[in-house]
Nanobody
Framework: QVQLVESGGGLVQAGGSLRLSCEAS????????MGWFRQAPGKEREFVAV????????YYTDSVKGRFAISRDIAKNTVYLQMNSLKPEDTAVYYC?????????????????WGQGTQVTVSS
């Protein structure tokens, strides 16, 4: 059974940093595209960042470009989201997603697997 488990969320002051981790288990994810989404209170879930199955292409939503960085460790079946210069508007539950088709498009539109989410709260 495929599982995605996020960790690393928490409370941080504006301007601070956090690193989220998403560990995948249940099969080999080396060719999967993996990404991050977030959902703020009262808002729809939105795409944040994705890395394709080859690991050579990344995409970010405009609001996090230059502040967030997605990376992956194939050996650990883990994807990371380094978040710097955090703002109160980054407050949300952050979800990891993965898709075996391996493309960034697949994750951005309809990923097959989801994690349970981790809360990130940025205080002003």
């Amino acid at each position: 059974q495929v599982q995605l488990v996020e960790s690393g969320g928490g409370l941080v002051q504006a301007g601070g940093s956090l690193r989220l981790s998403c560990e995948a288990s249940g099969r080999t994810f080396s060719s999967y595209a993996m990404g991050w989404f977030r959902q703020a209170p009262g808002k729809e879930r939105e795409f944040v960042a994705v890395v394709n199955g080859n690991g050579d292409t990344t995409y970010y939503t405009d609001s996090v470009k230059g502040r967030f960085a997605i990376s992956r460790d194939i050996a650990k079946n883990t994807v990371y989201l380094q978040m710097n210069s955090l703002k109160p508007e980054d407050t949300a539950v952050y979800y990891c997603a993965a898709d075996p088709r391996g493309t960034a498009y697949a994750v951005r539109t309809y990923p097959e697997y989801w994690g349970q989410g981790t809360q990130v709260t940025v205080s002003s």
